[in-house]
Nanobody, 126 residues
Framework: QSHFVESGGGLVQPGGSLRLSCAAS????????IGWFRQAPGKEREGVSC????????NYAYSVKGRFAISKDNAKNTVYLQMNSLKPEDTAVYYC???????????????????WGQGTQVTVSS
């Protein structure tokens, strides 16, 4: 079972920026593909961004491509999501999770298990 603590959310105006953090515990995240997900009230959870363990195969949802960037700090065992040019549609609770790789080592938006942390709330005002 994966264990993560998400942080960095907050209230921002449209066009603003936030940097979310996903701190992993109990394992080294450089051995796993990690994905960011989000869920707005009344909507299904959706994949936002993911990357391979070596950080060389990022993937982004079309809605955030060019605005968000995924990165990590192996020394801190933490994955980040830099969120720029935020829109009201980005308002959601954001989660991170280990995800399944494709055979070519690219990341998928399929969580490895059903563990979800508390997430971090991102609110972008209209």
């Amino acid at each position: 079972q994966s264990h993560f603590v998400e942080s960095g959310g907050g209230l921002v105006q449209p066009g603003g920026s936030l940097r979310l953090s996903c701190a992993a515990s109990g394992f080294s995240l450089d051995n796993y593909h990690i994905g960011w997900f989000r869920q707005a009230p009344g909507k299904e959870r959706e994949g936002v961004s993911c990357n391979s363990g070596n950080g060389r195969n990022p993937n982004y949802a079309y809605s955030v491509k060019g605005r968000f960037a995924i990165s990590k700090d192996n020394a801190k065992n933490t994955v980040y999501l830099q969120m720029n040019s935020l829109k009201p549609e980005d308002t959601a609770v954001y989660y991170c999770a280990v995800v399944h790789p494709f055979p070519d080592n690219r990341c998928s938006f399929r969580p490895l298990d059903d563990y979800w942390g508390q997430g971090t709330q991102v609110t972008v005002s209209s």
